[in-house]
């Protein structure tokens, strides 16, 4: 038992450690970090279908025309592998490019998480672009990016920021194949803030104090 809480603490240290955006693929793992006020959409409920811009609830997408395009669910649902739905129901078509730049989603509240579905298909032109890599970055000031699973597949997303973010916007670097990445997203998912995990100082405290509960029991066994 002693080891497990140990291995337990270290884990939970290791984690601790991580800066900035933490990434998890996993929804059930991401839910279980949330905290605070939370929101869901499942995009299924929102009428006729719509380009930018367009919004969720607290959630808006904006950009140049032509970066995403909000469908409803009886649309393309026969056609997964050319502008294809996530899992068969209303979802956005995100079509970034070189040319017309970002697409931001904003939310009228601070939020700390967000995690969305997303799955990559054949473009209008036949390119497949699964496998690809998609950058975003933050209004104060958080980057990365993240890579597209494979043609077809889908996968989900969780992004779990270091501070409170209202804008997060997602865009393909100019040496990026034919110059377009096409992927839907659905089922979005934020939280305004992040479950605590103890602090260094903390677990260090803890790992010693199971240390020495380890030390007595082996004396009371030698007794």
Same mark, same amino acid.
């Given at each position: 038992?002693?080891k ?6 270290a884990?939970c240290?290791?984690?601790g450690q991580v800066?900035?955006t933490?990434f998890?693929?996993d929804r059930?793992?991401? =839910?279980?970090r949330?905290?605070?006020s939370?929101?869901?959409n499942n995009?299924?409920e929102q009428?006729?279908?719509a ?11 904006s950009g140049s025309f032509g970066n995403?395009?909000?469908?409803a #669910?009886?649309?393309?649902?026969n056609?997964? &592998? ?6 068969g129901?209303a979802?956005?078509q ?6 017309t730049?970002?697409?931001?989603l904003?939310s009228?509240e601070?939020?700390r998480?967000?995690?969305?579905d997303?799955r990559?298909?054949? =473009?209008a032109?036949?390119?497949s672009? &699964?496998?690809?890599t998609v950058?975003f970055s933050t +209004?104060t &000031?958080e #980057?990365g ?6 043609t077809n597949?889908?996968a989900?997303l969780?992004?779990?920021?270091d ?6 916007s997602? #865009?393909?670097g100019? +040496? ?5 990445t096409w ?6 998912q934020t939280? #305004?803030?992040?479950s605590?995990?103890p602090?260094?100082a903390?677990?260090?405290?803890l790992?010693a104090?199971l240390?020495?509960? &380890?030390?007595?029991a *082996? *004396? *009371? *066994?030698?007794?």
């Open positions: 038992m002693i497990h809480l140990a291995a337990a603490a884990a240290l290791a984690c800066a900035a933490t998890y693929s059930a793992s991401f =839910d279980a949330g905290a605070g939370a929101y869901f995009l299924d009428g006729d279908t380009p930018l811009p367009f919004g969720f609830g607290p959630l808006s997408f995403a395009f909000y469908w #669910s009886d649309w393309h649902e056609a997964p &592998g050319v502008n294809g739905n996530v899992d129901t979802w956005v995100v079509r970034l490019n070189t040319f730049g970002a697409l931001t904003a009228d601070p939020l998480m967000l995690g969305l997303l990559p298909y054949f =473009d032109s036949g390119n672009d &699964g496998g690809e950058l +209004d &000031g #980057s990016s993240f890579q597209l699973p494979a597949s889908p989900f969780g992004l779990v920021f501070a409170p973010v209202t804008a997060i997602f #865009s393909i100019a +040496d990026h194949g034919n110059g377009f992927f839907g997203i659905d089922n979005l939280y #305004s803030a992040v605590a995990v602090e260094p903390s677990l260090a405290l790992l104090g240390g020495g509960v &380890g030390v007595a *082996r *004396r *009371r *066994r030698a007794g």
